[in-house]
Structures are given as structure tokens and as C-alpha cells.
Nanobody, 119 residues
Framework: QVQLVESGGGLVHNGGSLRLACAAS????????LGWFRQAPGKQREPVASIRWSGGSTYYADSVKGRFTISRDNAKNAVYLQMNSLKAEDTAVYYCAARELTASHYDFWGQGTQVTVSS
């Protein structure tokens, strides 16, 4: 059973930084994408960034390019999202998710962690 556990959310001022972590367990993720999504109040969940576990290729939403960095630690089976220059519009619940390379959608989700950016 895949388990994804997020941590690192919190309250930060505009322009500040946070680092989210996602601890992944339950299987080998070499054939997976691990991604971060977010959902703000009253809005649909949207993709933020993703990384292919094997090879490390990444994707970023335009809204976070240049400010957020996704990375992984194979030894710790963890994925991170370094968020810099945070803005009020980054306020959301952030979710870690996983999907197999051949899957069309993300099958596994964490419980989410709240990020609040005060202006």
C-alpha cells in the first residue's frame, strides 16, 4: 500500500520561504512520477510541480517557475518542494501525489499540508 505523508506547511510572510517534504513508502518508486498539487479555497486542485523518480526530469506550473524547486532523495524515499518568494496567491493546501509512468492520472495522494502566506 502506497503511503504519502506531507510535512513542512505553515504560516509565512509574503516573500518568505517554506520547504515541504513528502515521505513515500509502500513500494519502489523508480517507475513513478511524484508530484505536488495545491488547492486554494473555492478553487480547483491544480498541479504545481512533478518529478520523475528515475532520471529526475521535472515539470513546473508557469505560476511557480523560478520560485519553486522540486527534488527527491532516493535514500530517504522523499520528495521535497522548496518554495521561495512566496506570494499570497500561493496560499493553499498542498498535496503530494504519485502515479506510475504509464498511468493517465495520479492514483495515490497524501493528506495535505496547509501553506498560508500573509500579505
Amino acid at each position: 500500500q502506497v503511503q504519502l505523508v506531507e510535512s513542512g506547511g505553515g504560516l509565512v510572510h509574503n516573500g518568505g520561504s517554506l520547504r515541504l517534504a513528502c515521505a513515500a513508502s509502500g513500494r519502489t518508486f523508480s517507475n513513478y512520477y511524484l508530484g505536488w498539487f495545491r488547492q486554494a479555497p473555492g478553487k480547483q486542485r491544480e498541479p504545481v510541480a512533478s518529478i520523475r523518480w528515475s532520471g529526475g526530469s521535472t515539470y513546473y506550473a508557469d505560476s511557480v517557475k523560478g520560485r519553486f524547486t522540486i527534488s527527491r532523495d532516493n535514500a530517504k524515499n522523499a520528495v521535497y518542494l522548496q518554495m521561495n518568494s512566496l506570494k499570497a496567491e500561493d496560499t493553499a493546501v498542498y498535496y503530494c501525489a504519485a502515479r506510475e509512468l504509464t498511468a493517465s492520472h495520479y492514483d495515490f495522494w497524501g493528506q495535505g499540508t496547509q501553506v498560508t502566506v500573509s500579505s
